[in-house]
């Protein structure tokens, strides 16, 4: 196996774990509360800034991996 395949699949690993973790951030970043009939909803701005950069991130990876993958 050539060393640009080994080094897309691990880009491709590596960008679904960043993805998995970006979701996460963002969807643990908002929360909704009833409270006698009212709805709040809170949100954490650098939460889910940090889950964007993270999707980010992985979404360059995952095209960096495919490229290698493909020489």
């Known amino acids: 196996m050539k060393a640009t395949k080994i080094i897309g699949i691990i880009l491709?690993?590596?960008s679904i774990y960043l993805?998995?973790?970006?979701?996460?951030?963002?969807?643990n970043s908002t929360n909704e509360v009833t409270f006698l009939g009212i709805e709040i909803d809170a949100s954490n701005e650098s939460?889910?800034?940090?889950?964007?950069?993270?999707?980010?991130l992985a979404v360059a990876l995952f095209a960096g991996g495919i490229v290698a993958l493909k020489k």
């Open 12 to 14: 491709l690993a590596f």
């Open 19 to 27: 993805g998995y973790i970006g979701v996460n951030k963002v969807s």
């Open 47 to 56: 939460g889910q800034t940090k889950g964007f950069i993270f999707l980010g």
